[in-house]
């Protein structure tokens, strides 16, 4: 069973830049996954930030960027703002079409 | 605007069945995928089930294979989650979500409606 791996938590301070990653338990991440990036916070559904590896979804401020960073699927945030803690889903597609979420990643700002 | 407005959650005893909803508006549902996501209290997203645009296709997460059918009505602009034989583990928020066309990611997500399973 594939498992996508993100890390459980992360923290960045007012203005700094953090980057979290989406792996895989077993192989690399390519563009072949469209990893996709999403934030939630606590009560609300998800929005949606990335899609197609780097593709900002409309209204997303350019602070945001995705890529792949070695073998794995990257979520850039510069300069980072408080009401950006939240909750960072990535999700790979896994073909026919299925998906997989990751475990999240829990980004405090302090 | 586009907007995806889920319905029919409650509470529900163990091996019950309930019926999910989810009214698109807004955009031309027939012509998108769409998908059932949900979230246990505090845990993480998971992927439930999707479907194609025609509703001639469809896929399920392991955990809830050969349990729950994902229907669509193209007529009515609307998504179900037939759930049957539920357990207490299919306790959480359901959220439909619409899949953005050739990108096989999410673009528009509803509000979601809970659903618990207890006795």
């Known amino acids: 069973q594939t498992v996508v791996t993100q890390e459980p938590s992360f923290s960045v301070s007012p203005g700094g830049t953090v980057t979290l990653t989406c792996g895989l338990s077993s192989g690399s991440v390519s563009t072949s996954y469209y990893p996709s990036w999403y934030q939630q916070t606590p009560g609300q559904a998800p929005r949606t930030l990335i899609y197609s590896t780097n593709t900002r979804s409309s209204g997303v401020p350019d602070r945001f960027s995705g890529s792949i960073l070695g073998n794995k699927a990257a979520l850039t945030i510069t300069g980072a703002q408080a009401d950006d803690e939240s909750d960072y889903y990535c999700?790979?597609?896994?073909?026919?079409?299925?998906?997989?979420f990751g475990g999240g990643t829990k980004l405090t700002v302090l | 605007e586009v907007q995806l407005v889920e319905s029919g959650g409650g509470l529900v005893q163990p091996g019950g069945s309930l019926r999910l909803s989810c009214a698109a508006s807004?955009?031309?549902?027939?012509?998108?995928?769409m998908h059932w996501v949900r979230q246990a209290p505090g845990k993480g997203l998971v992927w439930v089930s999707r479907?194609?645009?025609?509703?001639?296709?469809?896929s399920y997460a392991d955990s809830v294979k050969g349990r729950f059918t994902i229907s669509r009505d193209n007529a009515k602009n609307t998504l179900y989650l037939q759930m049957n034989s539920l357990r207490a583990e299919d306790t959480a928020v359901y959220y439909c979500a619409r899949e953005k066309r050739l990108h096989r990611a999410f673009d528009i997500w509803g509000q979601g409606t809970m659903v618990t399973v207890s006795s």
């Open positions: 999700v790979l597609y896994m073909g026919s079409g299925s998906v997989v």
């Open positions: 479907i194609n645009s025609d509703g001639s296709s469809t």
């Open positions: 807004g955009f031309t549902f027939s012509s998108y995928w």
